[in-house]
């Protein structure tokens, strides 16, 4: 049974591309662990909003919420607006979460940056574009 609680994040678009890959990963990590009850939220445009995420999380059975920004780098939302509307200040990563009464931690994670698997991923891409149309 899922103890904790995991908002991922999303720009937004006007485009539906956007709001299908983060639904899409938020249903793969549901599937891959048990361990989080996964919801995800979007900064502009697209619905639902992070804060209408955040008050459905306040009617869960949750220990803990982590939230997770599926951007590639910091910038103004990662360091200013999703700390905005999580309530912590710049820079911190850390802080509580009401719901049901009571006070959960919060953790605020990092954007993906420099990763070995997004290298990895690259390869595979470029990979695949070359199988595919190259002579």
């Known amino acids: ?7 991922l994040v999303g720009h937004g678009s006007k485009l539906p591309h956007n709001k299908e890959l983060i ?3 938020a249903a ?6 048990d361990e989080y009850l996964v919801k995800s939220g979007f900064m502009s445009i697209n619905t639902p909003s ?3 995420q955040l008050e459905a999380f306040r009617s ?3 220990d803990m919420l982590v939230v997770v920004p599926l951007f590639l780098a910091k910038g103004i939302h990662i360091n200013k607006d999703i700390p905005g509307i999580l309530g912590l200040a710049e820079g911190t990563r850390k802080g509580t979460f009401r719901l049901n009464g009571k006070e959960v931690p919060l ?4 954007p993906i940056g420099s990763d070995p698997l997004l290298a990895e991923l690259m390869l595979k891409n470029a990979k695949e ?3 595919e149309l190259a002579d």
Do not use: N, P, Q
């Open 1 to 7: 049974m899922a103890t904790k609680g995991m908002l």
């Open 23 to 25: 639904e899409t990963t």
């Open 28 to 33: 793969m990590i549901a599937e891959r662990s």
């Open 50 to 52: 992070v804060e209408e």
């Open 60 to 62: 869960e059975d949750i």
């Open 107 to 110: 953790y605020y994670a990092s």
């Open 129 to 131: 574009v070359v199988a």
